[in-house]
């Protein structure tokens, strides 16, 4: 089980930054693939960037190079930094975890079984 909530949401202007945490707690933060997902209302949830338990990395094309996904504090905490915002990253943000699997970490959500609550980034143009 793990227990996730993030934090670090809100306005920013078209161009600028700004950094989410995910509070991360229970027996598999340690070995747990983590992500983070973004959700518009009325569209699918979009993964963004994702980290494996050896703290491999991938990107979603629409973020690469701008967003950078990382841990600290004994995985325990996971950071999703967000530079060049544009507003189309305007979005609520989620964090998630699963326990390792075998083969490639891939950003779809059915491959994640754990959830945060969300926080909502509003960037303006």
């Known amino acids: 089980q793990v227990q996730l909530v993030e934090s670090g949401g809100g306005s920013v202007e078209s161009g600028g930054s700004l950094t989410l945490s995910c509070a991360a707690s229970?027996?598999?933060?340690?070995?747990?693939?983590m992500a983070w997902f973004r959700q518009v209302p009325g569209n699918e949830r979009e993964g963004l960037a994702a980290?494996?338990?050896?703290?491999?990395?991938t990107y979603a094309d629409v973020v690469k190079g701008r967003f950078t996904i990382s841990q600290a504090n004994g995985k325990k905490t996971l950071y999703l930094q967000m530079s060049l915002l544009k507003p189309e990253d305007t979005a609520t943000y989620y964090c998630?975890?699963?326990?390792?699997?075998?083969?490639?970490?891939?950003?779809?959500?059915?491959?994640?079984?754990?959830w945060g609550q969300g926080t909502p980034v509003t960037v303006s143009s």
């Open positions: 229970g027996d598999l933060v340690t070995r747990a693939w």
């Open positions: 998630a975890a699963s326990p390792p699997r075998l083969g490639r970490l891939l950003l779809w959500a059915n491959q994640f079984e754990y």
């Open positions: 980290i494996d338990e050896v703290g491999r990395t």
